[in-house]
């Protein structure tokens, strides 16, 4: 069976500081891919990265960076430097190769000015 | 350009109703799906289209029924809604069929049954 866990519920932070919202998955295949998504207070859900489990390496994109680590079956998102902009619930999500998208349950994040 | 669409955006309605919510996508993506959030925010797949076959139909009642007049549009027609269908209804398509392409969501369908 899949899983995701997004144990961090929701977590406020003051503008500026960095902020890391966990995600654990479980999975027995060998080939998936994992994804985040944010929704804004507006309702959309906005793709932010896709990752392949063969692909290990760190992704960073401006103050967003992603560590994948598949000895702890993790893939954290760390905001550097937050802004009010960022506060959204962020969802993690996992698709093994030829099932469907498994979402965990999100993090609401607040960024308070 | 809007890529993935939804109308209505709100949608308020009585218990025993029948109504419908359209999905359009101008991505020239092949597969189109159908998710639903509930008031804890999570999030399930319910169907999924590719080039209007469907190829996965979760456990929905059947009181659910997805319509894909081309691939480029995938409408949710929901009959003798209940209480319990309130929810966020949210279309998205993805370039391929294989579950690991990114999928690309519209902005949602609040759907409040009264």
């Known amino acids: 069976a899949q899983k995701v866990t997004q144990a961090q519920t929701e977590i406020s932070v003051v503008e500026k500081e960095d902020v890391t919202l966990d995600c654990v998955y479980e999975t027995r295949d060998t080939t998936y891919y994992l994804f985040w998504y944010k929704q804004p207070p507006s309702g959309e859900l906005v793709f932010l990265i896709r990752?392949?489990?063969?692909?290990?390496q760190n992704e960073i994109s401006g103050r967003y960076s992603w560590n994948f680590q598949k000895s702890t079956s993790s893939f954290n998102f760390t905001i550097t430097a937050s802004q009010v902009v960022d506060s959204a619930v962020y969802f993690c999500?996992?698709?093994?190769?030829?099932?469907?998208?498994?979402f965990g349950p999100g993090t609401r994040l607040s960024v308070l000015p | 350009d809007t890529a993935v669409s939804q109308t209505p955006k709100y949608l308020v309605t009585q218990m025993g109703n029948d109504k419908s919510i359209k999905c359009e996508q101008n991505?020239?993506?092949?597969?189109m799906y159908w998710y639903k959030q509930d008031s804890k925010k999570f999030l399930k797949i319910m169907f999924s289209?590719?080039?209007?076959?469907?190829?996965i139909n979760e456990t929905v009642p059947n009181r659910f029924s997805p319509k894909s007049p081309d691939k480029a549009h995938l409408n949710l027609h929901i009959n003798s809604l209940e209480l319990g269908d309130s929810a966020v209804y949210f279309c998205a398509s993805s370039q391929e069929s294989s579950s690991t392409d990114t999928q690309y969501f519209g902005p949602g369908t609040r759907l409040t049954v009264l």
């Open positions: 991505l020239g993506h092949d597969t």
């Open positions: 999500a996992l698709t093994p190769y030829g099932q469907n998208f498994v």
């Open positions: 289209y590719n080039n209007k076959e469907l190829i």
């Open positions: 990752r392949n489990s063969f692909d290990e």
